[in-house]
């Protein structure tokens, strides 16, 4: 099972569509009950309210059960150094007791503790975590979506996945 979240260009998307086409499985994107509206940056100061106080948004039905998987692939965006709120949200709902957590993350080169974290809240909830990645993309607003860590390293790590 691979889920996701994305906001600013489709990052993690993208890199979420890069394992399924791979790797295969289901794929689910991580949807708030209440979207995320207004400017950019109205959104940006939104998510730092809600990433500093720990904000668990409701999530919409994913239409897929992580009990049905012994693998999850969880990819977030960075938001303000943490995970973005609905990761956090889909990692502290869930049982993963015998499931392997893989978590990635996207960022704009302040990656904080995002992949810590987002292992914390896994294995707090049972799960054995594994193949951890990080991905860089620009900070340039105009091209948010390039990404700066190397195609070759993203290969390696979807094989690695493969396995
Ligand atoms: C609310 C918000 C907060 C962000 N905070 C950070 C940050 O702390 N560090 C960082 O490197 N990038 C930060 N970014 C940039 C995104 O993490 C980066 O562009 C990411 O690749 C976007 O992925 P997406 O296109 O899947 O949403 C932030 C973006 C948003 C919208």
């Given at each position: 099972?691979?889920?996701?979240?994305?906001?600013?260009?489709?990052?993690?998307?993208?890199?979420?569509?890069?394992?399924?086409?791979?790797?295969?499985g289901?794929?689910?994107?991580?949807?708030?009950?209440?979207p995320?509206?207004?400017?950019?940056?109205?959104?940006?100061?939104?998510?730092?309210?809600?990433?500093?106080?720990?904000?668990?948004?409701?999530?919409?039905?994913?239409?897929?059960?992580?009990?049905?998987y012994?693998?999850?692939i969880?990819?977030?965006?960075?938001w303000?150094?943490?995970?973005?709120?609905?990761?956090l949200?889909?990692?502290?709902?869930?049982?993963?007791?015998?499931?392997?957590?893989?978590?990635?993350?996207?960022?704009?080169?302040?990656?904080?503790?995002?992949?810590?974290?987002?292992?914390?809240?896994?294995?707090?909830?049972?799960?054995?975590?594994?193949?951890?990645?990080?991905?860089?993309?620009?900070?340039?607003?105009?091209?948010?979506?390039r990404?700066?860590?190397?195609?070759k390293?993203?290969?390696?790590?979807?094989?690695?996945?493969?396995?």
């Open positions: 099972m691979i889920v996701y979240f994305s906001y600013t260009a489709d990052n993690t998307r993208r890199i979420a569509e890069r394992v399924h086409v791979s790797v295969g289901d794929i689910a994107r991580l949807e708030p009950v209440t995320y509206e207004g400017s950019y940056d109205e959104v940006v100061r939104q998510g730092q309210e809600e990433v500093e106080r720990a904000y668990e948004p409701a999530l919409k039905p994913l239409g897929l059960n992580v009990k049905d012994d693998r999850i969880v990819g977030s965006p960075t303000w150094y943490k995970m973005a709120p609905v990761v949200t889909f990692l502290s709902e869930n049982d993963f007791t015998g499931k392997t957590v893989v978590p990635f993350m996207t960022n704009a080169g302040w990656p904080g503790t995002v992949l810590k974290d987002m292992t914390a809240v896994a294995e707090k909830n049972g799960a054995k975590v594994e193949h951890g990645h990080e991905f860089r993309f620009s900070s340039d607003s105009r091209r948010f979506d990404m700066v860590t190397s195609e390293e993203l290969e390696q790590w979807i094989s690695t996945l493969k396995q």
